[in-house]
């Protein structure tokens, strides 16, 4: 149970209360002036509808793509369903979060530093997510079974050159990196203007490496249906290439609040969490450089 420390104005009721059940006092905080201070230093959220409504909204995407895929009756309704469902309590949840941070005063330092652990843990399952796809890459690669001709890549696949659009996007995306971790340190300096500045360069690198790569799956020689290579490839390039709109709309969203005056030289875990996120994301894509394009494409094995 939540233990509140209750104080009455002396002058208006002549005593003071200090007690575990604020209820109990109901007739006294009607008659007084009551502060109401909390003795703990976290924050206990108030009940929110958004959990079980993601929750459907997450069964409908996922029960719906799979009819969508099969062809049933409905499929793609309900898919749709789930989408909208999703970005809806993606807006409001999140809308709440930042009233509770900005406006409310609701995260402490003990709330920081319990968010802090949380994006860290998110980051380590999404590092686990992309180690699947380099598993089966290298399990595949590795050693090529007879039926893909015993070699890597593939017979019949054309491997796309590393020293093209993917060393494009490299440049890109590090470039992406060093814009939004100079933005950090214009936000912990105070100056807001150069902060702006980085994140406007880090959404211009970051909408420019999301073209470079669409216009690579446009021109590619191999579809994702050509065995194990295209489907590898596809899917780990793919997924890296999601993560990368969702950090640009987080990046974008953080933009738009330090343009409005929500983070401070002290408080801004928002913008620390985006460039986080952004960060693993260049990572991710070094690896993925560094062994889909650059090792597949020149190691035959």
Known sequence: MTEWLIVADCKSVGFSIVGSNPTSFFLILMKSKIKMIQRHPFHLVDPSPWPIVAALGGLCLTFGGVL???NYNGGGQLLSLGVITILYVMFTWWRDIIREAAFEG???????????MGMILFIVSEVMFFFAFFWAFFTSSISPVFNIGGVWPPVGIEAISPWG??????????????SVTWAHHAIVGGFKKEALQGLGITLAFAVAFTA??????????FAMSD???GSVFYMATGFHGFHVIIGTIFLAICTVRLYFQHFSRQRHFGFEAAAWYWHF?????????????????????
């Open 106 to 116: 609701q995260h402490t330092l003990s709330v920081q530093q319990g968010l802090r």
């Open 281 to 301: 994301v260049d990572v991710v894509w070094l690896f993925l450089f560094l062994t889909i394009y650059w090792w597949g494409f020149n190691v035959i094995v």
């Open 165 to 178: 659009l993917p060393f494009l996007n490299t440049i890109l995306l590090l470039s992406s990196g060093a």
């Open 227 to 229: 065995g194990v290579y």
């Open 212 to 221: 470079m790569q669409g216009f690579e799956y446009m021109h590619a020689p």
């Open 68 to 70: 969508f895929m099969h």
